[in-house]
């Protein structure tokens, strides 16, 4: 079953606000286990104490022994295990991105934003080498600004060799104000958006891909 882990080097491009929005869009339809790795704990405190919609069950965990077996196990029976972690240095994002079946990486347009993720994404292959394995890695740019967007950061990605879904989600206060909502956006831009790379990781089996109501807290 899919462990989808939601990492960058930086603090601030969106790992938190990315797995809120994977949370709250995805729970109705999915058996899902919500792990969190950071030890600011703001997922996990965001997903008992503001969240509002479909429950799913949330773990926080910001030892690196104890991570790695949580996986493991709520693997073998949830459909998706979505990760948030710290940002780099921390040894339970570390232990996510090696348990991972992919990793997505939230990245601002900047031109220093993509060198972190460059090396998020190089750090992802290192990994995925030392444990034999393929770990698949995409960027996710976030807080995008039409206008600045970013001829420029898709080139510069292609310049680093990243991939970049083609999904990405606009600086907007639907999802700026979720920290304190609850609400995850489902009509409007920010719903199209949602609903754009929720399609996306479908198609890339990083999420699972059908739907069935299997709600179990
Ligand atoms: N697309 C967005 N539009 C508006 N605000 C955003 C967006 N993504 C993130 N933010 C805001 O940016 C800040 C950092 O986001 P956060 O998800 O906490 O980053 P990280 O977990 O990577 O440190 C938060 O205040 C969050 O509300
Ligand atoms: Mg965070």
């Given at each position: 079953?899919?462990?989808?882990?939601?990492?960058?080097?930086?603090?601030?491009?969106?790992?938190?606000?990315?797995?809120?929005?994977?949370?709250?869009?995805?729970?109705?339809?999915?058996?899902?286990?919500?792990?969190?790795?950071?030890?600011?704990?703001?997922?996990?405190?965001?997903?008992?104490?503001?969240?509002?919609?479909?429950?799913?069950?949330?773990?926080?965990?910001?030892?690196?022994?104890?991570?790695?077996?949580?996986?493991?196990?709520?693997?073998?029976?949830?459909?998706?295990?979505?990760?948030?972690?710290?940002?780099?240095?921390?040894?339970?994002?570390?232990?996510?991105?090696?348990?991972a079946d992919a990793v997505l990486i939230p990245a601002l347009a900047g031109?220093?934003?993509?060198?972190?993720?460059?090396?998020?994404?190089?750090?992802?292959?290192?990994?995925?080498?030392?444990?034999?394995?393929?770990?698949?890695?995409r960027v996710l740019f976030n807080r995008v600004r039409r206008t600045t967007l970013?001829?420029?950061?898709?080139?510069?990605?292609?310049?680093?060799?990243?991939?970049?879904?083609?999904?990405?989600?606009?600086?907007?206060?639907?999802?700026?104000?979720?920290?304190?909502?609850?609400?995850?956006?489902?009509?409007?831009?920010?719903?199209?958006?949602?609903?754009?790379?929720?399609?996306?990781?479908?198609?890339?089996?990083?999420?699972?891909?059908?739907?069935?109501?299997?709600?179990?807290?």
């Amino acid at each position: 079953m899919p462990v989808l882990t939601v990492a960058s080097s930086k603090g601030g491009p969106g790992k938190s606000t990315v797995c809120e929005i994977l949370a709250g869009a995805l729970a109705g339809s999915c058996h899902l286990v919500a792990l969190d790795a950071d030890p600011t704990l703001a997922f996990s405190r965001w997903a008992s104490e503001t969240y509002e919609g479909p429950a799913f069950k949330t773990i926080a965990e910001t030892d690196e022994a104890r991570l790695a077996h949580l996986i493991a196990e709520h693997a073998g029976e949830a459909d998706l295990v979505l990760v948030d972690t710290a940002g780099f240095g921390n040894r339970a994002a570390t232990v996510a991105m090696t348990s991972a079946d992919a990793v997505l990486i939230p990245a601002l347009a900047g031109e220093a934003d993509i060198t972190e993720a460059e090396k998020t994404a190089r750090l992802v292959e290192g990994l995925a080498r030392a444990a034999r394995r393929e770990i698949p890695a995409r960027v996710l740019f976030n807080r995008v600004r039409r206008t600045t967007l970013a001829k420029h950061a898709g080139s510069e990605l292609e310049r680093a060799k990243l991939v970049r879904l083609k999904a990405s989600l606009s600086d907007l206060v639907a999802y700026g104000e979720l920290s304190y909502s609850g609400r995850v956006p489902l009509s409007g831009t920010a719903g199209t958006e949602v609903a754009a790379l929720v399609a996306e990781l479908r198609k890339l089996r990083w999420i699972p891909a059908t739907t069935r109501n299997a709600v179990r807290p």
